[in-house]
């Protein structure tokens, strides 16, 4: 009876089935990922998909490392579960840079081995080698390119250019050619580890290269597309192992970190190309008043108290919320003024930009955590042409995002961008510490606009200031 639950278990079709299970479960999680109500849900669906085709692959006849895949499995759940438990929502965007780093990072060691154990890919169709180098060189990009994007965000390197200047291209392009040389040499039969080794190099180089041009506002585009990037080489290792759950996951982000990449890459204005090239956004030195074009002048500052009246006698008000918001945890405050001015009758809705605090979603998974009624939540095509009708825009913490140099200043880095129109509301109230430039390095004409108040504080104390200085009005 044992040999026979044995055989089954290790037959081929039946781990075939419990891998279309896993694919169906990683697909049907991906649809709880559409809304933040349902994200939680989606992702405990897919990681049970995750768990039974770990399991099959366990099982696949000749798997006999057993020991190092649960040691492997014990110290990434050790490193990871505290990791994403641990880290600030403001953060997010860095761990999923770190984290889609390591999966490139564990393709080209993948190849790396499989070039080792197989005497340099000795007696191995071609087509198994070309997968496997392109895994390599694609992975080791993304690992090496991850790394640098983590940097930048998390302040480590400095996020404005870093670049050779007009040759960084040219020399990108022959770091590419030098890297797909080796692996042809490979491929054409070569057994050299040294060139193989050398190939790892010259991609890894190559990730540096790439990103590090990159300015820092760009940073989440940048990000979504190295997902992309070590999707695709998962699948390609996949290909190369004859491993189905490697290439259909693998397929799965590299199609969606595709998607999310074009998707954000529109909302910023910004071609593809023209985020590789570099040149955007860091830490830049904060323009003058002259900045501000027309609209030159000094801003004008308000108290919690001037601020509470406006949007007592309001009708409507739309919050926009941006990565301040975020930084000063400060969604619980902002939920609880929304429900004191819904108590007074004012209509309260929220102005979401889709790439708002470095990563899409963002916005939208901190206010559901503060129980923000979902259908309040607008996005940009929706809400831009009630701002005209709005008493009251109150911006918490975003910059570029509203900048309406956007529109109106062709020299302007961010000049087409599509922003949130709250310069058309009636009056404009913008919370922030202080007057430094957002993530693109660059002033924000809005401020110096006539309708436009500032409330300079940390965004959780001032709106809590306000809510409180409502209860008295």
């Not at 049907?28 to 933040?36: C, I, K, S, V, W």
């Amino acid at each position: 009876m044992t040999t026979v639950a044995t055989s089954f278990i290790h037959n081929l079709n039946f781990l075939h089935v419990l891998y279309i299970v896993a694919f169906a479960l990683f697909i049907y999680g991906m649809t709880g990922l559409t809304g933040p109500r349902t994200a939680v849900r989606g992702n405990r669906i897919a990681a049970v998909g995750m768990a039974i085709a770990i399991v099959a692959t366990l099982l696949l006849p000749g798997e006999r490392e057993w020991l190092l895949i649960v040691i492997g499995i014990v110290i990434g759940t050790l490193v990871g579960v505290p990791a994403a438990r641990k880290v600030r929502m403001t953060a997010m965007p860095q761990m999923v840079a770190l984290f889609n780093g390591v999966g490139g990072g564990a393709v080209f060691l993948i190849a790396w081995a499989e070039f080792r154990r197989t005497g340099g890919y000795a007696h191995l169709a071609t087509y198994v080698v070309v997968f496997s180098l392109f895994a390599a060189i694609v992975g080791s990009i993304s690992f090496w390119g991850s790394n640098i994007a983590f940097g930048k965000l998390q302040e480590l390197i400095p996020g404005r250019p870093i670049t050779l200047g007009k040759s960084q291209q040219l020399v990108n392009l022959l770091l590419l050619a030098g890297a797909v040389l080796l692996a042809g040499l490979v491929a054409g039969g070569s057994h050299s580890e040294a060139e193989f080794i050398g190939m790892l190099v010259l991609a890894a180089i190559l990730g540096n290269a790439v990103v590090l041009p990159i300015g820092g506002a760009d940073m989440p585009v940048v990000i979504s597309m190295l997902n992309a990037f070590t999707g695709l080489s998962a699948a390609a290792t996949g290909v190369a192992l004859n491993n189905p759950a490697l290439i259909v996951a693998g397929m799965i982000v590299g199609a969606s970190g595709t998607i999310l990449t074009n998707l954000m890459a529109v909302a910023m204005n910004r071609s593809i190309p023209a985020i590789v090239a570099g040149g955007f956004g860091g830490t830049g030195v904060v323009e003058g008043a002259s900045g501000a074009g027309a609209y030159a002048t000094t801003v004008r500052s308000v108290s919690a108290a001037d601020v509470a009246i406006q949007l007592a006698y309001a009708r409507l008000v739309i919050v926009v919320p941006g990565y301040g918001m975020a930084v000063a945890q400060a969604q619980h405050a902002v939920a609880e003024l929304a429900k004191a001015l819904q108590k007074r009758g004012v209509e309260v809705r929220y102005a979401v930009h889709p790439v708002a605090g470095r990563m899409p979603g963002h916005m939208n998974v901190l206010l559901a955590e503060a129980d923000v009624p979902y259908d309040q939540l607008k996005d940009m095509d929706d809400i831009n042409p009630e701002f005209s009708r709005a008493d009251v825009a109150l911006v918490i913490g975003a910059n570029d995002v509203t900048n309406p140099a956007a529109k109106t200043n062709p020299a302007s880095p961010i000049y087409g961008m599509p922003i949130l129109d709250v310069e058309n509301a009636h009056q404009v109230v913008v919370i922030k510490r202080s007057m430094n430039p957002g993530f693109a390095g660059i002033e924000n004409e809005l401020y110096f606009r006539p309708n436009t108040a500032m409330l300079f504080g940390d965004a959780k104390g001032a709106v809590s200031d306000i809510t409180g200085e409502l209860s008295d009005i």
